[in-house]
């Protein structure tokens, strides 16, 4: 299990253009649809990840963590770390102007459309697979709204979790 | 030699530990200490900025990688991006035994289910905002595709073929055209 934990977060870090989010909508595809997390444990574990410091994908560490305990968290961190530096030392390979080119800068643009699709679709999945109640849609749309008004996510977060052990 | 490397412990564990909202709240932070502490002009800054946005992985993990090799080579790269992750690990993975901490425990079902709904609502926000930010009618379109391709169950590296082939082939028939006319 560990060894899958590491080769999906290394697969998806590794095309991962366009930020955090794309790791995101990859693992819930390989971790809540092959049934290895529900819904709710993929949920809390990004909610815990939103409420940390530091990187946004430091809900990687907390999806590992509850699926195969402190290792598990070590285990999906290696793999971003170690993207994130070959990116770096092949990046100073590469010539300044090739990132000029019209063709890289138009693929590199479409990452915007692939990055905000997958976002919806992971909301929407995580939705479904939290089984759509009617207090937990308005905890959503709230959230959602003061996260519009720049209200901090950690912030989000933490009247989530009050809501919730008073209500759901 | 040895101070830039505390330096980098340093100001990985201070910005790990103290920015909340990814790499657009990290980069003026970075922006303001790299003058001074690692002797990095404000311009060079923004030149790995826009790498940090181009490369895969975490772009707050590849700014500050970036800044960090450029400081101190790979050994600098491999410390400041460890510093930068420990304090948000460390919390993760500490979270957890609150859970079993009496009145904790005893809700920790509707805590949970809170926080996953909190997170849907998180997500969904990034995904409106990325709509916000879109300037251009056909990006909207092919956000739009890939939504439906996506519900359809179509896998995301189908997907992001699509978008290699749209913009890609978009940009190729363009410069085509500026060359023939």
Redesign the interface.
Known sequence: MLLKLFLTVLSLASYSFGGASVILAGLERELVQSGQLSAHQFGVAVAMGNATPGPLAAYVPAIGQMMAGPTGALVALAPLILVSLAAIILIRLVPRDWFDRPLLKAILRGMVPFAVALTLLVAGRLAVGSGLQPLGIMIALVAAGARFFKVPAVAIVLAGITVGAFFL | MQNRYLKIIGHGLT?????????SVAYPAIRRLAPSSFDLNESEVDGLY??A??????????LW??VC?RVAG?PG??LG??A??L???L???L??QLGRIGWLAA?S???????????????????????R??KQRK??L???I??V???LGI???A??AV??L???G???W??RRGVSA
């Open positions: 910005l790990g530990a103290s920015v909340f909202g990814g790499v826009a790498f946005y181009i490369l895969p992985g975490p772009s707050f993990l590849n990688g970036a090799m790979l790269a491999i991006e460890v930068l992750l304090p948000s690990t919390i993760v993975l979270l957890p809700h079902g509707g805590m949970g289910a809170g926080a996953a709904w909190a997170t849907v609502g998180l997500t969904l926000a990034a995904g409106l905002d990325g709509i930010k879109m990006d909207l092919a956000a739009a890939l939504l391709l996506g519900a896998h995301s590296m997907c992001l978008v290699l749209l913009y890609g978009a940009a190729l363009e410069s």
